[in-house]
């Protein structure tokens, strides 16, 4: 079994940590944050020391950070690993319903009872959280983050960096401007028309 580490030990990397060790994908290596955490993993330092774990051969990276306030970060942290030579493979929950149909970009997590339908194109790095919805058709950019609950209708189109709050509804055929955030609750009907 492959060994990967965490970046970031806040509340997200709790639920991509039960994704990892549910799927049995991956062994987890320990993680990286500015300080130690209460965790059962060990701590390896911070972000400066996955150098040498990289060096002994574990190039698999979970990136572990929540979205809100936080996108720029992520973006950042992503750009600067992956140029030193490591990987973002797909944590994905058991439970999560994926077409065979679509595409998910490298270091998308996605949570529990998610539905991704046929023919979706999921970005790199995005984060598609507990019973998000999918639907077919959609495209999700890059470093977006489809909170718990939210639902994309059919061919749906969403911007670079994106964030849709929990339980808010998109419905189909809208398009989602870059990092543009739709509240939680709020449902989009039609282009710069928002009710909630």
Do not use: W
């Amino acid at each position: 079994m492959e060994e990967i580490i965490l970046v970031g030990y806040g509340g997200h990397a709790k639920s991509m940590v039960d994704a990892i060790e549910r799927s049995r994908q991956f062994h987890i290596a320990g993680y990286t944050d500015s300080r130690e955490r209460d965790s059962e993993y060990v701590y390896l330092g911070t972000d400066e020391a996955l150098e040498n774990y990289l060096e002994k051969g574990i190039h698999n990276l979970a990136l572990c950070i929540g979205y809100l306030g936080k996108g720029t970060i992520r973006e950042r942290l992503y750009r600067n690993l992956k140029e030193r030579g490591f990987s973002f493979p797909v944590i994905m929950d058991p439970s999560a319903v994926v077409s065979e149909r679509a595409v998910i970009g490298e270091g998308t997590f996605i949570g529990k009872k998610a539905v991704i339908n046929s023919e979706a194109l999921i970005g790199k790095m995005c984060i598609i959280n507990t019973a998000a919805v999918i639907e077919h058709e959609c495209q999700v950019g890059d470093f977006s983050h489809i909170s718990v609950g939210a639902v994309l209708c059919g061919q749906v189109r969403t911007g670079e960096a994106v964030f849709v709050g929990a339980n808010a509804t998109i419905i189909q055929c809208q398009e989602i401007e870059e990092r543009e955030v739709v509240p939680a609750g709020m449902t989009v009907r039609s282009a710069g028309r928002k009710t909630g």
